[in-house]
């Protein structure tokens, strides 16, 4: 994976909620857990789900989620 922001922290996905529209995505990260609240088709189209490594990218106040 390449992007640009410096904020990449790798974890593991502890759990996804679904809601509605939106999920919250939690990955543990050094012993916290970072919540992200994404769309029901990002977390489709990254696969997304518990157990997966993942990466928290924060980027100002908003945090995203990358795969490799």
């Known amino acids: 994976m390449k992007i640009s922001a410096r904020n990449q922290l790798k974890g593991k996905i502890t759990a996804v909620h679904k809601g509605a529209t939106t ?9 916290m ?17 518990a157990g997966k490594d ?12 990358g795969i490799d």
């Open 23 to 31: 999920s919250h995505v939690e990955i543990e990260v050094g012993g």
């Open 33 to 49: 857990t970072l919540t992200a609240a994404i769309t029901n088709e990002s977390v489709a189209a990254l696969g997304l789900a």
């Open 54 to 65: 993942a990466y928290a990218v924060i980027k100002a106040s908003d945090v995203m989620i």
